[in-house]
Nanobody, 126 residues
Protein backbone atom coordinates (compact mmCIF):
# COMPACT_ATOMS: atom_id res chain seq x y z
CA UNK A 1 0.00 0.00 0.00
CA UNK A 2 1.19 3.51 -0.87
CA UNK A 3 -0.23 6.63 0.69
CA UNK A 4 0.12 9.91 -1.17
CA UNK A 5 -0.59 13.42 0.07
CA UNK A 6 -0.41 16.53 -2.08
CA UNK A 7 0.20 20.05 -0.85
CA UNK A 8 1.03 23.48 -2.20
CA UNK A 9 -2.10 24.40 -4.08
CA UNK A 10 -3.68 27.81 -3.88
CA UNK A 11 -4.98 30.89 -5.66
CA UNK A 12 -2.51 32.75 -7.85
CA UNK A 13 -2.59 35.23 -10.70
CA UNK A 14 -1.76 34.49 -14.30
CA UNK A 15 1.99 34.50 -14.81
CA UNK A 16 2.76 33.48 -11.24
CA UNK A 17 4.52 30.33 -10.11
CA UNK A 18 3.47 27.60 -7.72
CA UNK A 19 5.17 24.48 -6.44
CA UNK A 20 3.19 21.37 -5.62
CA UNK A 21 4.58 18.61 -3.46
CA UNK A 22 3.51 15.04 -2.93
CA UNK A 23 4.65 13.09 0.11
CA UNK A 24 4.62 9.32 -0.13
CA UNK A 25 4.58 6.73 2.59
CA UNK A 26 4.15 3.00 2.73
CA UNK A 27 5.94 0.76 0.27
CA UNK A 28 9.28 1.58 -1.33
CA UNK A 29 8.75 4.91 -3.01
CA UNK A 30 12.03 4.90 -4.91
CA UNK A 31 10.96 1.89 -6.96
CA UNK A 32 7.95 3.57 -8.57
CA UNK A 33 7.37 5.96 -11.39
CA UNK A 34 5.28 8.93 -10.34
CA UNK A 35 2.90 11.16 -12.18
CA UNK A 36 0.92 14.34 -11.83
CA UNK A 37 -2.57 14.65 -13.26
CA UNK A 38 -5.16 17.38 -13.14
CA UNK A 39 -8.90 17.59 -13.39
CA UNK A 40 -10.84 20.74 -14.14
CA UNK A 41 -14.53 21.01 -13.19
CA UNK A 42 -16.66 19.00 -15.57
CA UNK A 43 -13.67 17.53 -17.39
CA UNK A 44 -11.74 14.30 -17.36
CA UNK A 45 -8.55 13.78 -15.41
CA UNK A 46 -5.63 14.59 -17.68
CA UNK A 47 -1.96 13.70 -17.58
CA UNK A 48 0.39 16.56 -16.71
CA UNK A 49 3.84 15.08 -16.09
CA UNK A 50 5.57 11.83 -15.20
CA UNK A 51 8.97 10.85 -13.82
CA UNK A 52 10.76 7.53 -13.75
CA UNK A 53 11.77 5.79 -10.54
CA UNK A 54 15.25 7.30 -10.59
CA UNK A 55 14.34 10.67 -12.07
CA UNK A 56 16.23 10.01 -15.28
CA UNK A 57 13.20 10.19 -17.55
CA UNK A 58 10.54 12.88 -17.45
CA UNK A 59 7.57 13.34 -19.76
CA UNK A 60 5.11 16.19 -20.07
CA UNK A 61 1.81 17.03 -21.63
CA UNK A 62 2.23 19.42 -24.53
CA UNK A 63 0.12 22.01 -22.73
CA UNK A 64 2.65 22.36 -19.89
CA UNK A 65 5.94 21.60 -21.63
CA UNK A 66 8.46 24.34 -20.99
CA UNK A 67 6.45 25.75 -18.07
CA UNK A 68 6.20 22.85 -15.60
CA UNK A 69 9.00 20.73 -14.17
CA UNK A 70 8.57 17.46 -12.33
CA UNK A 71 11.24 16.26 -9.93
CA UNK A 72 11.64 13.79 -7.11
CA UNK A 73 13.73 13.26 -4.01
CA UNK A 74 13.90 9.59 -3.15
CA UNK A 75 15.67 10.34 0.13
CA UNK A 76 12.63 12.29 1.29
CA UNK A 77 9.95 10.26 -0.52
CA UNK A 78 8.64 13.30 -2.31
CA UNK A 79 7.77 14.29 -5.85
CA UNK A 80 7.27 17.91 -6.83
CA UNK A 81 5.75 19.86 -9.66
CA UNK A 82 7.16 23.33 -10.26
CA UNK A 83 4.64 25.34 -12.24
CA UNK A 84 5.76 28.59 -13.86
CA UNK A 85 3.97 31.06 -16.10
CA UNK A 86 0.63 29.82 -14.91
CA UNK A 87 -2.44 30.40 -17.05
CA UNK A 88 -6.14 30.44 -16.18
CA UNK A 89 -6.52 27.20 -18.11
CA UNK A 90 -4.19 25.54 -15.59
CA UNK A 91 -6.94 25.85 -12.99
CA UNK A 92 -7.79 22.36 -11.74
CA UNK A 93 -7.44 19.89 -8.93
CA UNK A 94 -3.96 18.37 -9.13
CA UNK A 95 -3.29 14.77 -8.17
CA UNK A 96 -0.10 12.80 -7.75
CA UNK A 97 -0.09 9.12 -8.53
CA UNK A 98 2.23 6.14 -8.18
CA UNK A 99 2.78 3.44 -10.80
CA UNK A 100 4.09 0.23 -9.24
CA UNK A 101 4.59 -1.53 -12.58
CA UNK A 102 7.87 -1.65 -14.44
CA UNK A 103 7.81 0.41 -17.63
CA UNK A 104 10.45 1.76 -19.94
CA UNK A 105 9.07 5.29 -19.52
CA UNK A 106 6.56 7.02 -17.24
CA UNK A 107 2.99 6.25 -18.23
CA UNK A 108 0.64 8.94 -19.50
CA UNK A 109 -2.68 7.23 -18.84
CA UNK A 110 -4.45 7.42 -15.52
CA UNK A 111 -5.43 3.76 -15.63
CA UNK A 112 -1.72 2.84 -15.54
CA UNK A 113 -1.37 4.32 -12.06
CA UNK A 114 -2.19 2.32 -8.98
CA UNK A 115 -2.28 4.78 -6.10
CA UNK A 116 -3.61 8.31 -5.92
CA UNK A 117 -3.56 11.21 -3.53
CA UNK A 118 -6.58 13.27 -2.54
CA UNK A 119 -5.61 16.22 -4.70
CA UNK A 120 -4.80 19.86 -4.17
CA UNK A 121 -6.66 22.73 -5.78
CA UNK A 122 -4.95 25.25 -8.02
CA UNK A 123 -6.80 28.34 -9.17
CA UNK A 124 -5.24 30.81 -11.59
CA UNK A 125 -7.01 34.11 -11.99
CA UNK A 126 -6.68 36.24 -15.11
Amino acid sequence: QVQLAESGGGLVQAGDSLRLSCAASGRTFSRYAMGWFRQAPGKERDFVAGISWNGAITVYADSVKGRFTISRDNTKNTVSLQMNSLKPEDTADYYCAADINFRSAPARWNYDYDYWGQGTQVTVSS
